[in-house]
């Protein structure tokens, strides 16, 4: 037998190419192409009067200036609202360009197309847009104050309001022991991949066929929208991602403006055209995620136990809502992380503000529900004056209580049901891998040395696996190669590996005979896309069962050639043989040519099937309900998400004279049901925890009053270098398998950020002996919290 | 974030690179290293017509060193300056400042001089120009001047080089007998401009009592701020407070005003403490 490949922690095969600069991307492509770029709006909310391109007309190597005026049809409304929800009332989205009115600094007005890029900015920057400013709406104080609208039709600029309970938490606040209320709040932040968005298109006039590269985590999304919005039939648009230099969320959201504009002109001018989106674009005109502020009742008993949470938030969605309420639902879903949280109530506004749309990042609303989650454990745990993590055990739903439902809606419109979980032994491991109970001797011994360090736990639980479907796709070639195919998108997860392992363990190959193709609709049409940490449950089961299919089809055609029972048969390295009998034996290249009988024969293998070698004649060639070919195709679609879990542990210190905070050690414990891959989950980890420090200690999008974002470059936009990420990041596995999917695993995508500021912020408190309500937090605003709280004690 | 279009010269020798610059006058730029420069023309923040590229100007490349001063050529990358033993030994403040100028990356490509005409108060070089008292050589198609620092900085991003002028080298005077330095500074990530950065030079007399104390700033002024704190003597508490008392700076996206004054006052302590070690070791082996 060869060894199984699933658990395997290979090195991700894709990584030779990349690393050696080999990579493809968006702008790797297209040399020929014509290039656009934008005018954008300079305002955050105005008027848009005028629109002079007089003097762009004079550059050089320009061939087309677009504003809404000119758009067509469909591509004149308004961009599609992608995931609508009864609640939300009072959707708005963008035009492609700009109508009448600009909704956020960054908004497109005008589309330049010309010779190359320099040119097209060129003239952009001589187009004179006239505005009548408006005021601002920035920052969910303004929002909810409502003093100025966004939308003029929208009252109070709320988009949406939505409720969800379990329970009477009125009475059940009522009747507590113990009533806290907190309020907690988290900035925006943003995934901001190392490759920005992009698109080339290439209109094929002869063949009316449209080619469209995007970097994008849904090509299947991508094609539908652009058919839709440009009226061409789905089978005459290609969608392909390239390689994609990251997505983290962003990318998911579709179409964007320059997605449906970029091929309409290439359409108008027969030649191709590509939009490489800058730093500075992608800082004000993609998407933003995060800022929320919550208000937290809680009531519990003595010993700590949860009697009822009612959880009132508000949710800054930007100046348009194409994503629905998808980020606000999670965060009120998963939010009760591995507790049973008693009567449970959240609501929550979706609010409208002049600023950048927000969309899933990373995480997508469960950094905020954890925070609040968490912070309010250790809230209670002061309160009672209870370790935290007893208040944590003493609320944990148990095993034995798995499935457990707690009877809301999540994300996907289905109830939010745990599969399994087992979150006890979890918290056992982090407490043994950070050492928690010995850790009151090295705060106190610190503290002896005027040193200031502090520890910090959080928890959390993450559906993952969303539906609704996806397929996969299995062929053998005559030389015995597997291709692969799945719809879904790869922005650097190591897909290539990890589905290859699960192909290689079902057909028997050596996994350099494997090759992987994802999001290339001309490989696989019926995809949703990479989010949610959904690409190994979804598309990992589909090309399990495509594989298994595509093997039992091997297995029979080579049964029948070697005159043996399948059931006899094995594959190993690629040879079909009869186990126990040396010799007998058929490689899987050669069953490929044998299972699709031909007429011609075009090398010396395929003479084996011409219809002279091979056939009984009392039988059709190709046997009733069979196909020729060794192929597998196969969806997945399970009833539900799968539910993993995981705890976090931090230590930093705090210099008590700079207020600087450093990190000492960061521990993980992490559920995501069975390892397929651990050095690739492990490497997931790593990426999501610097993530996570990220959104603790550096990343915030500086808006000012009037809109305008202040640190809209990599300068000031704080992502943490590799000097700001831990140096080691200490990691233990537990794996309890979800039932839902054949291969018993659970997404492993986004958790590493997930409990990041929870865990920061516990920690902090923890060295500073005062709460930490609000989160990130800079050392110049620790610096200020310890002036208020010192003035505190003193008055 | 294409520039707009300009033209480019290469020159060969500084005369030429001269001419050149006095041919365009003010519509011509010096491009050094390009780390500043590059970013602010792809922003389109400025358009100047043409560009001087000085990356050939290999007489330009040194750092050189006497008996007084060590000098600097235009072309000298940070790296460079920051893996001169010779300069290291003879002023180490060079080093202690420079290893704290952006990451390994853009000091490969930085110089020390651009990043000193480039005149941001926020960058280490400005400061330790400052607190040395040191000058640079400016030349122009017609003449050679040496500036010294004090009149130097004339305000955020603006330097006393003029138009068609070149920088040609910055000299700072080398560490004195019974003498220290140190720099130290806070920044939000490694590599990142400061939020607020002190430079510290100490002197002792001959029986080893502080004769002198002074202290150079980042971040929390338009130009280079150097501060005589000697009265305060070896009582590095009052010298903090002293800063404390007269920065006054502003506040941004990354700090308060507050915390960069709080800042100033502990960073003073610190590197006052930690050049006053200095100046102690060097005494004894002086
Ligand atoms: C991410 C990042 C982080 C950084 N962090 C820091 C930091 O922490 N501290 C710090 O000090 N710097 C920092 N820098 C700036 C860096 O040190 C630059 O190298 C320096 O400011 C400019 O040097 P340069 O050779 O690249 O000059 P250029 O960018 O080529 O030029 C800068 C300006 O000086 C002018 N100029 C340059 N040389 C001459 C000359 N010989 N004569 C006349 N005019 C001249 C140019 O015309 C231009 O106006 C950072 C830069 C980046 C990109």
């Known amino acids: 037998m060869t060894t199984k490949m699933f658990g395997e922690p290979i090195a991700r095969v894709e990584d030779d190419r990349l690393v050696r600069g080999h990579g493809a991307y968006l702008d790797d492509l297209g040399h020929d192409a014509l290039a656009a770029a934008f005018v954008r709006s300079p305002h955050a909310h105005a008027e848009v009067l005028d629109i002079d391109v007089t003097g762009a007309l004079e550059v050089e190597g320009l061939l087309a200036i677009y504003t809404y005026e000119d758009l067509p049809d469909r591509l004149a409304e308004p961009l599609p609202l992608l995931i609508p929800h009864p609640s939300l009332t009072h959707g708005r989205t963008q035009y492609a360009l700009a109508r009448d009115v600009v909704n956020h600094v960054g908004e497109p007005i005008v589309m330049v197309v010309a010779r190359d890029r320099y040119l097209a900015e060129d003239a952009a920057e001589r187009i004179i847009v006239s505005y009548r400013p408006l005021p601002a709406v920035v920052g969910i104080d303004a929002a909810r104050a409502a003093e100025h609208l966004v939308h003029p039709d929208v009252p109070g600029n709320v988009a949406a309001n939505m409720m969800q309970r379990v329970g009477d938490v009125d009475a059940a606040l009522r009747n507590a022991p113990h009533v806290l209320e907190l309020d907690l709040s988290i900035e925006r932040s943003a995934s901001t991949p190392m490759e920005g968005r992009g698109v080339l298109a290439r209109w094929d006039p002869e063949s009316h066929r449209l080619r469209l590269w995007t970097s994008t985590q849904t090509s299947t999304g991508v094609r539908a929208a652009v058919a839709a919005k440009l009226g061409l039939a789905l089978v005459d648009v290609d969608v392909i991602t390239p390689d994609v230099g990251g997505g983290f969320g962003v990318k998911i959201m579709h179409p964007w403006p320059e997605e449906v504009l970029v091929p309409w002109s290439a359409q108008l001018l027969g030649q191709p055209v590509k939009f490489v989106e800058d730093r500075r674009e992608h800082f004000i005109s993609s ?50 992380g591995p507790y049973k949280p008693g009567a449970y109530r959240v609501e929550f506004d979706s609010l409208y503000t002049n600023t950048v749309i927000v ?67 979890s918290l056992e491991k982090l407490k043994k891998l950070v050492g928690w109970d010995d850790f009151a001797a090295v705060r106190d011994a610190a ?15 993450e559906g993952t696996g969303v539906g609704p479907y996806e397929g996969g796709h299995v062929v053998v070639e005559p030389s015995g190669k597997v291709k692969v195919a799945t719809g879904l998108t790869s922005q650097g997860q190591g897909h290539q590996t990890v589905f290859a392992q699960i192909v290689a363990d079902e057909l028997g190959v050596p996994m350099a005979d494997i090759e992987v193709v994802t999001g290339d609709t001309r490989r696989f049409g019926y995809a949703v896309g990479t989010f949610a940490s959904r690409a190994a449950v979804m598309s990992g089961s589909a090309i399990h069962l495509a594989a298994r299919a595509a093997r039992e089809k091997a297995l029979k055609v080579a049964a029948d050639a070697l005159e043996a029972d399948p059931d006899d048969l094995e594959i190993v390295d690629g040879i079909v043989r009869v186990v126990g009998v040396p010799g007998a034996e058929i490689s899987l290249g050669t069953v490929a040519v044998l299972s699709n009988p031909l007429r011609y024969a075009f090398d010396d293998a395929a003479k084996a099937a011409t219809q002279f070698a091979v056939g009984d004649t009392g039988k059709p060639p190709v046997p009733e309900d069979e196909e020729p070919g060794i192929e597998g195709r196969d969806y997945f679609s399970p009833m539900q998400s799968t539910f993993a879990s995981g705890m976090h542990a931090v230590v930093v210190e705090t210099d008590p004279d700079t207020a600087e905070i450093k990190i000492l050690r960061y521990c993980v414990v992490h559920d995501c049901g069975l390892l397929i891959n651990p050095r690739i989950v492990e490497g997931q980890i790593h990426g999501g925890v610097a993530q996570g420090v990220g959104g603790a200690l550096y990343e915030r ?21 590799v000097s700001e990420v831990p140096e080691r990041i200490e990691i233990d596995h537990l794996e309890t398998p979800s039932p839902l999917n054949p291969l018993g695993i659970k997404g492993a995508g986004e958790a590493g950020v997930i409990p ?3 865990a920061f912020a516990a920690a902090i408190e923890d060295a500073e002996g005062f709460p930490i309500t609000a989160m990130p937090i800079s050392p110049s605003e620790l610096f200020e919290l310890r002036r208020l709280h010192s003035k505190g004690l003193s008055t | 974030m294409k520039p707009s279009p300009f033209g480019y010269s290469r020159p060969a020798s500084v005369d030429e690179a001269l001419s050149t610059l006095a041919a365009h006058g003010s ?28 990356n050939r100007l290999t007489e330009l490349d040194y750092v050189r060193l006497d008996a007084s001063t060590v000098r ?15 300069a290291r030994v003879a002023q180490p403040l060079l080093a202690q400042a420079l290893r704290l100028v952006a990451h390994a990356t853009i000091r490969n490509r930085g110089t020390t001089v651009g990043s000193i005409v480039h005149a941001d108060p926020s960058g280490e070089m400005t400061a330790v120009l400052a607190l040395l008292g040191g000058s640079v050589r400016v030349a122009s198609k017609s003449a050679h001047r040496d500036v010294p620092a004090d009149e130097f900085f004339l305000g955020a991003l603006e330097s006393a080089v003029a138009p068609g002028e070149l920088a040609l080298e910055a000299s700072f005077p080398v560490l ?52 005589d704190v000697s009265e305060a003597g070896e009582d590095f508490a009052a010298a903090a407070a002293l800063a404390h008392e007269q920065v006054d700076p502003e506040a941004d996206i990354h700090a308060t005003a507050d915390y960069r004054r709080h800042l100033a006052g502990v960073l003073t302590e610190r590197a006052l403490r930690a050049a006053h070690a200095g100046a102690v070791e060097r005494s004894a082996h002086g």
């Open chain 1, 701 to 721: 999008m500086a808006y000012d009053e009037a809109g305008q974002l202040q640190n809209a470059s990599f300068m000031d936009f704080l992502m943490p270098y």
């Open chain 1, 359 to 425: 969309t899933p990042y990373r995480g997508a609303g469960r950094p905020q529900g954890v925070f609040v989650m968490e912070r309010t454990m250790d809230a209670i745990a002061a309160e009672l004056g209870l370790d935290r993590t007893v208040v944590r055990e003493r609320n944990f739903i148990r095993p034995d209580e798995m499935p457990y439902d707690h009877g809301l809606v999540f994300q996907d419109g289905r109830p939010l049901i745990y599969d399994s979980g087992d979150y006890p032994t």
């Open chain 2, 27 to 54: 519509n011509a730029k010096v491009l050094a290293g390009g780390q500043s420069l590059l970013p602010i023309l792809s922003m389109r923040l400025a358009a100047p017509h043409h560009l001087v590229d000085i």
């Open chain 2, 72 to 86: 600097v050529g235009a072309l000298a990358r940070h790296a460079r300056v920051l893996a001169d033993t010779a």
């Open chain 1, 447 to 461: 503290r002896a040395e005027g040193r200031r360090v502090g520890i910090g736990l959080a928890c959390y639980v």
């Open chain 1, 287 to 336: 998407a933003h995620e995060r800022a929320q502020q919550h208000h937290v009742r809680v009531g519990f008993d003595d010993e700590g136990q949860l009697l009822g949470l009612d959880v009132r938030f508000w949710h800054d969605h930007g100046a348009y809502i194409p994503y629905g309420l998808i980020v606000p639902i999670i965060t009120s879903t998963q939010l009760v």
């Open chain 1, 756 to 758: 990041g500021a929870a």
């Open chain 2, 176 to 227: 004195g007998p019974r003498s220290g330095t140190a720099f130290v500074e806070v920044s939000r990530r490694q590599g990142d401009y400061a939020v607020c950065g002190v430079g510290a030079l100490v002197e002792l007399d001959g029986d080893g009592a502080l004769s002198s104390a002074r202290t150079a700033y980042l971040s929390v002024s338009a130009t280079p701020l150097v501060l």
